[in-house]
Nanobody, 122 residues
């Protein structure tokens, strides 16, 4: 496992942009595929985006395709989520997570960050 710490959350107006970062501590960051998920109170955590170990493959939830971009810099042990054209309904706690392979399933992820709050205002 690796220690994951999200940052970059905050308040943004609908239609605005935000970039989240997830910094990993450990010696084996490049061994992990990484994913971003989000969760609101009383709801299941939902998949947002994932990226393979090398960064060569990316996957997105249909709801964010064309607006969000996941990327990683293995030299910096960091994965990013660029979020554009944000919608009010996308207010949530956003989590990064590590998995052996890129996948959309929460159950397949082994390590999770603490989450960062994203609030989208009208």
């Amino acid at each position: 496992q690796v220690q994951l710490v999200e940052s970059g959350g905050g308040l943004v107006q609908a239609g605005g942009s935000l970039r989240l970062s997830c910094a990993a501590s450990g010696r084996t960051f490049s061994r992990y595929a990484m994913g971003w998920f989000r969760q609101t109170p009383g709801k299941e955590r939902e998949f947002v985006a994932a990226i393979s170990r090398s960064g060569g493959s990316t996957y997105y939830a249909d709801s964010v395709k064309g607006r969000f971009t996941i990327s990683r810099d293995n030299a910096k042990n960091t994965v990013y989520l660029q979020m554009n054209s944000l919608k009010r309904e996308e207010t949530a706690v956003y989590y990064c997570a590590a998995s052996t392979q890129a996948t959309v399933s929460t159950q397949d992820y082994e390590c999770w960050g603490q989450g960062t709050q994203v609030t989208v205002s009208p």
